[in-house]
């Protein structure tokens, strides 16, 4: 049975279910064998599987569930914080690879420094995804796409494999050590980790349907806020920012609140639009949808199909108050919605705001970060930033499950509290924490060791000598 619920401000399905099945057992075909298996295909996880595959002698496999790899990577975001707060490069390695390689292909901008985002790199969605694949396929790393990670293997505390499924029914794949770069920790809930969701309400960051708009005058756009900026207002950002190169506006809060004086509900206080490779392009980050829980699928639901209505409002917004839309179409449209935030695991370690606040450096260091706390609310509307005054570590610990071993975690679901995540879910934090992930698998296996136990010195010198940044 099925009932429908009114909320204040949006309405849910819940499934009121009272009865349950009980699945009869069975047994499952054993898809594959491997040394590595690392779930989920996005930033995180292509550096994961990538730098786990430098030893050939490793069997590594990366499952994913879209047909293509990417992740976030593909809806149309600027990749943050390559640049730390004092304008330094603090992810290298790997992830600027990833970079050099599109570049190579007119597909990626250099790092421009910004004043609210440290740095912002643009980059081709359908480019990366190519990328990404060829890193596969140069390092022999076993893709398999279309396929649903639904369950963990656990014996004696330790992970041994997972359960997919796809078109081919129920399936195992076991796996010396596992690597969750889903996102939202799919693997690690299902083996048991003690995991979070959110704010100690529970609220989570709303996530937003990005969306693509062409024809659009640009120039005109960077004109208002380079000339007219007591009108054309941006967050923290001087208007000289936007004289020249790339640039993602967060401001033009006059302009909302005039559309808002007319009626228009604009669900954001703050219009973010992010320059395209193509001179007439912008990404338009202005969907928001409260209350949007991405493990649950109805809640999931509601999200997309609000989004999607609310795409028409913010639109309109654009082509009436915001200079340079006036003749702007939407082009195309991301193929998801994206999740900011869901489950992270409680690692060894918990990485804490203050730690990135005070620029805390650790022994076991693994990854270094430059973003700042940076939440969007729970209800909507506006945003929370804390600033930082320098870089910050991020120890091996984050990635390593306190209780569960034979499991790292990497990307946005890995060790951290509400507000540290909220700074070290940008792209360039996530790929580096999946090199990290994927260089400390290799070197458990090639030392013979469980992941919890590698020696973080040993993965510390793989990192430097593959020219990874760590302070
Ligand atoms: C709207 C929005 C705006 C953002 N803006 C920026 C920005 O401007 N710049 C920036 O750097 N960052 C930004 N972020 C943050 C950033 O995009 C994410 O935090 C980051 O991509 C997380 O990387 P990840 O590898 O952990 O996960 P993801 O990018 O989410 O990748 C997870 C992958 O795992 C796959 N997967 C998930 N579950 C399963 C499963 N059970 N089985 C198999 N496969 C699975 C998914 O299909 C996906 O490919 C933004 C995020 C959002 C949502």
Not at 257 to 265: I, N, S, V, W, Y
């Amino acid at each position: 049975m099925s009932i429908l619920v009114s909320l204040s401000d949006y309405t849910i399905i819940v499934i009121m279910n009272n009865k349950t099945y009980i699945e009869p057992s069975r047994e499952l075909g054993v898809r594959a064998e491997v040394d590595v298996l690392v779930v989920g295909g996005g930033p995180s996880g292509i550096m994961a599987a990538y730098a786990a595959a430098k030893d050939p002698s490793l069997k590594v496999m990366l499952i994913e569930s879209r047909g293509y790899l990417g992740g976030n990577l593909t809806i149309g975001l600027p990749i943050l914080a390559f640049l730390g707060p004092k304008g330094n490069q603090v992810v290298k390695g790997e992830p600027q690879k990833f970079i050099d390689r599109l570049k190579a292909r007119g597909a990626a901008s250099d790092h421009k420094p910004c004043k609210l985002h440290t740095s912002l790199t643009i980059i081709n969605s359908e480019e990366a995804k190519t990328v990404a694949q060829e890193m596969m396929e140069e390092r022999k790393v076993e893709v398999l796409y279309y396929v649903f990670c639904s369950d963990a293997i656990v014996e004696n505390d330790t992970v041994k494999g997972v359960i997919i499924e796809s078109k081919a029914g129920r399936e195992v794949i076991f796996a010396k050590t596992i690597i969750d770069c889903t996102g939202d920790a799919d693997v690690a809930f299902r083996a048991g980790v003690e995991c979070h969701k959110g704010d100690e309400d529970g609220g989570l960051q709303p996530p937003t349907l990005m969306y693509q708009m062409r024809g659009v005058n640009v120039q005109a756009l960077r004109d208002a806020i380079v000339n007219h900026p007591e009108e054309y207002d941006m967050d923290r950002m001087p208007p000289e920012q936007f004289k020249e190169g790339k640039f993602i506006t967060v401001g033009l809060r006059n302009q909302i609140r005039k559309a808002q004086q007319e009626g228009l509900d604009v669900p954001v206080s703050r219009t973010i639009l992010i320059t395209g490779l193509e001179e007439d392009e912008i990404w338009v980050n202005m969907t928001r949808v409260s209350g949007v829980d991405s493990t649950r699928p109805e809640s999931y639901t509601f999200g997309e199909m609000t989004a999607r209505k609310q795409m028409k409002v913010v639109t309109e917004y654009l082509r009436k108050f915001v200079p340079g839309f006036e003749n702007a179409r939407v082009e195309t449209v991301a193929p998801f919605m994206g999740i900011r935030e869901s489950r992270v695991i409680v690692g060894k370690y918990v990485m804490t705001a203050q730690d990135m606040i005070g620029s805390k450096r650790f022994s076991d260091v693994i990854a270094v970060g430059g973003y700042p706390v940076d939440i969007h609310h729970a209800k909507g509307g506006d945003c929370t930033m804390v600033f930082l005054n320098d870089s910050y570590d991020l120890p091996y610990r984050v990635l390593v499950p306190e209780k569960i071993s034979g499991l790292l975690v990497a990307g946005r679901c890995s060790s951290m509290n509400h507000e540290a995540m909220a700074g070290t879910r940008v792209m360039s934090t996530c790929m580096a924490l999946g090199e990290a992930a994927g260089t400390a698998a290799r070197v458990a296996i090639e030392s013979g060791k469980a992941v919890a136990d590698v020696s973080v010195e040993k993965v510390q010198k793989e990192l430097l000598l593959n020219g990874a940044y760590l302070g």
